[in-house]
């Protein structure tokens, strides 16, 4: 019972660390395009979807989902500043282009399509329902 409360504590650090680099982040966020209305639009975006995405993941408390959600989180900040972009890339697949065999159709294709997905686009799963 110690340790698990010791690994949730330190989890809580993480998460709070990150949520704090997230925030400082939208704070000194510069557009591509270097215009100032832009500029505020991103910042404004990167504050409420941290807001959104961490109340919607703040009742999670299986160790490897919220491991899942940091990994997430710091690859979005990594991805952010390496393109310049708030915003999640997005993954083009073809439809039934992923290989496998072609017997087992659509289920396969859907679970090969759920493992291709990107780290970071984890959060808009419901999204795309």
């Not at 505020?40 to 299986?62: P, S, V, W």
């Amino acid at each position: 019972m110690i340790v698990y409360l010791h690994i949730m504590a330190s989890l809580r650090m993480e998460v709070l660390s990150i949520y704090r680099t997230i925030l400082r982040t939208a704070r000194t966020w510069k557009s591509l395009s270097g215009s100032q209305q832009e500029t505020q639009e991103e910042m404004k975006y990167i504050r409420e979807e941290a807001g959104a995405l961490f109340r919607k993941n703040k009742q999670l408390t299986d160790e490897e989902q919220i491991r899942q959600c940091i990994r997430e989180a710091e690859t979005r900040i990594e991805l952010a500043h390496h393109y310049g972009i708030p915003y999640p890339r997005p993954v083009n697949l073809p439809p039934m282009g992923l290989g496998g065999p072609q017997r087992k159709g659509k289920k396969l294709q859907e679970r090969l399509r759920h493992q291709a997905k990107p780290v970071y686009l984890h959060s808009h799963e419901e999204i795309e329902k």
